[in-house]
Each structure stands twice: as structure tokens, then as C-alpha cells.
């Protein structure tokens, strides 16, 4: 037999072969997922855990979706919007993914949400950006964020902080679009029942000196509204402890997330009882929730004692996005029509409660207020005080009073007098 007539038979045997198989080579066909976080600036150590957080989800489904093979594309940012989009881009015209999971960071999720608009035949799937303006307004729609957002995960903590006794407080923030969500989340409901924010700080992202912040907080308030995260957050409570600052902290979603609680320091023991909010608690007593954290320690040695915020939020995302890979068995053809319909169908119950989203495609959930305590350990984590359900972009508002307010700014809300 002729060496054409050899490759040919051999052909022949290895098709026979895969049909015999029922086609198993199709199930290994690869499918490319990229995945931002930012591995660089402020927010390093919580975009490292926002990897693991997808790593984990992928894990779970050991590997493959929709009957394909899934390997993540990773990119790295620092943060800022020019350079997530630039790492965006990356991953879609240079490495060619076909879903796109991330950002991690507020202004981040605004402009790949804007970048989105420009790549009508891919899927964009939030990591745990929050700012409002990422699904509201002006949505893309091939953008989906199964998480809730900044202002959602800050309802109740005004009411808390009154009960409190916080009826002055003096605000730190960082200047972007996820603490001006924060911020309005917080003060929506504090100002409308009697709570009064008397000044606002707002400093740059990234700020390492806080010195003339800490010199203009009024001595007479009752407590501080500190909306930082990461090192941002680390560097002011270093820096207030060593100006012998006393005053009670109501802290943002990342403000004592784990990603900033176990820093070392003798301020550490002040943030003992610090009223904080988000989307997930460490104290979750539920099945999910408990599976979730020994998933998560099983896995990671090197990761936190419990997940922080970011990779529980880029874990529900990566779910999702493989969830509905899923439900299409892989198909992506026409636009990806069939698979963002299933997107906008996806539904399940996430370590800390269902996970769904509205026609915005933005989350619909549960927030937590909570409390920072010590465990037996040693260690801190963040305790259940009391939960509010199937909260909505609106705030528990009407539409139309919460348009009249509009959006989060450096002065929207505003209760000073």
C-alpha cells in the first residue's frame, strides 16, 4: 500500500473511531474565557482573590462547559478604566475569547460596559465591579452583572447606624463611581430618617497620605463613614490610629472585608463592632454558604480565612457565565442570541443567597449588615446583624423617585444641614 493510500486508510479508522466514541472529540474542544482582574495598584490583593473565586466555580464543574473544555485567558489591571479596557481589548481582538468575565473595580465596569458596546458579538460578564452606571441609564446589552451593586449592597446601613447612635458622621471616600454608589446607598435612607453627613472627604484612589484628611475631621461627630478599600483602607486606619483617632467607623462594602480585616495593626481592635454591608457575610449560617468557605480553603492555602467580597462576586459571575454555556450546550452561533437568553434566565441559589437579574441584567438580591468580630481564633470576620431582601437598583424606592435623586455623585445625596 502506497504511504497516500496508508494515510488515508488511517483516516478513515480515526473517524470510525470518533463516531464510535459518539463524537467524545467534540467534547474537548476548547473555548476561551477571558478573565480581567486587577493584579496591580490599590485593589492587588482582592483581584487575586477574585481569581480564585472563578478559579473555584470552574473547579467545581471540573473544567468544562457547555461540553467544551474552558480555558480562562487572564488579564491583568491596575484599576483604572483606560487600563482595563486596554486588557479587554487584549483578550478580544488579540486572544480572540468569546465570553469576557470582569472587571473588578467601579469606573473599571463603567467603560469595558462602554467598550461592550463596540463588540456586539461578545458576551461581557461583570467580575465584581459596583458602580450603578455600569447597568443603569445607559446598559449595554451584552452586558450582564449577576451581583448586585454598590448602592443595593449599602440598604439598611443607614438605619443601623442611627440605631447606633450615629446621628453626625464625617465621610472618607475615594473618588470614583463605586463609592459615590456606596455613598448613596448609605445616605439615601440615613438623611431621609434624621442622620446627618456633615462634611465628605474625597481622595484620589490610590492616596497614601492621609494627613490633612485625618486633621479636618470635626471632633464633635459620632462616627466616621469610611468608604476606602484595600491598601487605600489600610493606609487610613494605620495612619488614624497613629494620630490617636478614636472615633467609631461604619465602614463600606471593602472597608473590612477580609481583604483589609486581617492587616496588622493596634487599630485592628477599634474595628471591633464596625456596622458594615454588602452582599455576603463571613457569618452566613447555610449549607451553601459553609460548603462555599471550605471549598475555598481546601483549594486556596494561600488565600484568606474566609473569601472576600471579590471572590465570592467573580465566583457567582463565572457560575453564571458557565451555567448558561450550560443550558445552550455550548452553542454560541447567531450573535450568541440563544446564550444571552439563557443568561437573562439563569437562576440559582449562590453561597449567600439566589442569584438572579432584571431587565437590566443587573443582580437582584439580599443585603447583609453586619458587624466585625473576633473569632476564637484570633482572627476577624464579619457577623449577621440582619438582612434585607430582593433588593433592586431602585433602592426600595420608586422609579421615579429614585430618577428624580438620579445617580451618586460627590454631592448627590447631600444632608450637611
Not at 10 to 36: D, F, H, P
Not at 120 to 147: E, H, M, V
Not at 150 to 166: F, I, N, P, S, T
Not at 176 to 188: D, E, K, R, T, W
Amino acid at each position: 500500500m502506497s504511504k497516500g493510500k496508508k494515510s488515508f486508510g488511517r483516516s478513515i479508522v480515526a473517524a470510525a473511531a470518533l463516531v464510535a466514541l459518539g463524537g467524545v472529540a467534540y467534547a474537548q474542544e476548547t473555548l476561551k474565557i477571558g478573565l480581567l482582574a486587577s493584579l496591580e495598584g490599590p485593589f492587588a490583593a482582592p483581584g487575586q482573590d477574585g481569581m480564585r473565586g472563578a478559579d473555584l466555580a470552574l473547579k467545581e464543574k471540573n473544567g468544562m462547559a457547555g461540553g467544551k473544555k474552558i480555558e480562562f485567558v487572564k488579564v491583568s489591571s491596575d484599576a483604572t478604566p483606560d487600563k482595563a479596557v486596554n486588557s479587554t481589548r487584549k483578550a478580544v481582538e488579540q486572544d480572540k475569547v468569546q465570553i469576557m468575565i470582569g472587571p473588578l473595580s467601579g469606573d473599571e465596569g463603567i467603560a469595558v460596559k462602554n467598550y461592550a458596546k463596540t463588540q456586539p458579538n461578545i458576551t461581557f460578564i461583570n467580575g465584581s465591579s459596583g458602580a450603578q452606571a455600569a447597568t443603569w441609564g445607559d446598559p449595554a446589552p451584552n452586558f450582564y452583572r449577576f451581583n448586585t451593586e454598590g448602592a443595593q449592597w449599602m440598604v439598611g446601613l443607614g438605619e443601623h447606624a442611627l440605631a447606633k447612635g450615629y446621628k453626625k458622621t464625617f465621610l472618607i471616600a475615594e473618588d470614583y463611581g463605586f463609592p459615590y454608589s456606596q455613598v448613596q446607598g448609605f445616605m439615601a435612607s440615613y438623611c431621609a430618617k434624621g442622620g446627618k453627613v456633615v462634611d465628605k472627604a474625597w481622595v484620589p484612589l490610590g492616596t497614601k497620605d492621609y494627613a490633612s484628611v485625618i486633621a479636618k475631621i470635626p471632633k464633635d461627630v459620632d462616627a466616621l463613614v469610611v468608604v476606602l478599600g484595600g491598601s487605600d483602607a489600610v493606609n487610613f486606619l494605620t495612619q488614624y490610629e497613629q494620630a490617636g483617632g478614636d472615633k467609631p467607623m461604619v465602614g463600606g462594602s471593602i472597608t473590612v472585608d477580609q481583604t483589609v480585616l486581617n492587616f496588622k495593626g493596634k487599630r485592628r481592635e477599634s474595628l471591633l463592632g464596625t456596622a458594615s454591608a454588602g452582599p455576603m457575610a463571613d457569618s452566613i449560617d447555610t449549607p451553601e454558604w459553609k460548603k462555599f468557605v471550605a471549598d475555598y480553603k481546601a483549594n486556596f492555602k494561600d488565600g484568606f480565612p474566609s473569601p472576600s467580597l471579590f471572590a465570592y462576586l467573580y465566583y457567582i459571575n463565572t457560575k453564571a457565565a458557565l451555567d448558561g454555556l450550560d443550558a445552550v450546550k455550548g452553542d454560541l452561533s447567531g450573535g450568541q442570541k440563544a446564550y444571552r437568553d439563557a443568561l437573562q434566565k439563569t437562576k440559582f441559589n449562590g453561597p449567600a443567597g439566589v442569584v438572579q437579574i432584571d431587565g437590566n441584567r443587573n443582580g437582584v438580591g439580599t443585603t447583609y449588615i453586619t458587624e466585625v468580630t473576633k473569632a476564637p481564633d484570633g482572627s476577624y470576620y464579619n457577623k449577621v446583624v440582619k438582612s434585607v431582601p430582593n433588593i433592586t437598583q431602585t433602592l426600595g424606592l420608586p422609579e421615579a423617585e429614585f430618577k428624580k435623586m438620579g445617580l451618586g455623585t460627590r454631592d448627590v445625596p447631600d444632608c450637611r444641614k
